[in-house]
């Protein structure tokens, strides 16, 4: 599946997670950006236009990435959103699903759980052209 095209943001505020999943995903053929804040995260989405973003929910300062998510499906409705967190509450999934997001992964995150959801997501967005 060529991905080169696929653009794909990643809000978390642990630099190494952001490091690795970034690696990650640039060896898969992706154009990969990272933001460790909120603003950040919505100055790349206005720049670049990500297709796919990866928002942890908890984030550094107070900041909420429910509230990124509710910025980038304000600002960017086709951009499909998979939260990640540690946080298993059956509520907070329902809240993230209900604000848009597609995808609630619960970390520790591997590798084939994190390829195999954002490769869903890439085919479904070439399959919808």
């Known amino acids: 599946m ?15 997670i952001c490091k690795f999943i970034k690696l990650l995903f ?13 603003a950040a995260a919505i100055r790349i989405l206005k720049k670049e236009q990500p297709q796919i ?6 984030l ?17 409705p086709a951009c499909k959103c998979i939260m990640v967190t540690w946080d298993k509450a059956v509520n907070k999934i329902k809240e993230t699903k209900a604000q848009g997001a597609i995808f609630y992964l619960i970390k520790p995150l591997t590798i084939d759980r994190l390829l195999k959801v954002v490769n869903r997501v890439v085919k479904n967005i070439k399959q919808k052209g």
Request: aromatic share 8%; glycine share 6%.
């Open 26 to 38: 640039k060896r898969e053929g992706f154009l990969v950006y990272s933001a460790f804040s909120s």
């Open 2 to 16: 060529n991905k080169k095209k696929i653009k794909l943001l990643i809000v978390d505020d642990e630099k190494d």
């Open 60 to 76: 550094k300062r107070g900041e909420s990435g429910l509230d990124t998510l509710k910025q980038i499906r304000a600002l960017a």
């Open 53 to 58: 973003a990866l928002l942890d929910i908890y």
